[in-house]
């Protein structure tokens, strides 16, 4: 023991060097080592968690409704026009293009919601109309029958007075009955305008 210490105190000079060179690499040959300890990303072995399809969060889209609903009589545009359920009247007039300053809307129900296969007729000012609703469903319950209706039931239908509700009944009588409710111009009296507020309220079944 006396011996190296004589050693270490002789040489010590010398040995500062060596000593410091193998000291370094002693600590890099550690941090080699627990560099390669350490497992890399890629080697570590991950298990997919099990997918759970009944639990997951089902997100449902409900599609608009599509109802297709008639507007005639005194507007811009008549015709057949798209829209969704729950629409209201207001949002049919405005797509048939608002009303003709003739027109009378007194009647309609504007905040009415609209029904598919709806009809909706827009009276001009002065016209004879008859406390009728003026914007209906195609409900065969409420139509009349014009190849059975008498003269009373007939002259119920605006613009149809008992002049004309006998004419529909001769015409009926020789003609045989009507195959399709346009076969009601084929009567004296009756016009297109006239045509036009009946055809929502009659049938021909």
Not at 14 to 42: C, E, H, R, Y
Not at 96 to 116: C, F, P, Q, T
Not at 173 to 197: M, R
């Amino acid at each position: 023991m006396i011996l190296i210490q004589l050693f270490v105190h002789k040489y010590k000079k010398k040995l500062l060097l060596p000593v410091a060179v193998i000291g370094i690499i002693l600590l890099i040959s550690i941090q080699s080592f627990i560099k390669s300890a350490t497992p890399k990303a890629d080697s570590i072995l991950t298990i997919p968690l099990k997918e759970n399809f009944n639990e997951e969060e089902k997100i449902e889209y409900v599609e608009d409704l599509v109802v297709f609903v008639e507007v005639k009589g005194a507007v811009s545009k008549p015709g057949v026009y798209e829209l969704s359920e729950g629409d209201r009247v207001l949002n049919a007039i405005e797509m048939a293009g608002g009303y003709l300053v003739s027109s009378n809307s007194k009647h309609i129900n504007h905040a009415e919601r609209v029904k598919d296969e709806m009809v909706i007729y827009v009276p001009e000012e002065g016209e004879e109309v008859e406390e009728l609703p003026l914007s209906t469903s195609s409900s065969q319950s409420s139509l009349v029958n014009i190849n059975n209706a008498d003269a009373t039931v007939l002259s119920t239908l605006p613009g149809i007075g008992a002049a004309k509700a006998e004419a529909i009944i001769a015409h009926r009588e020789q003609s045989g009955t009507f195959k399709e409710k346009a076969d009601l111009l084929k009567v004296t009296g009756i016009g297109q305008k006239t045509y036009e507020k009946l055809e929502p309220l009659i049938s021909v079944k």
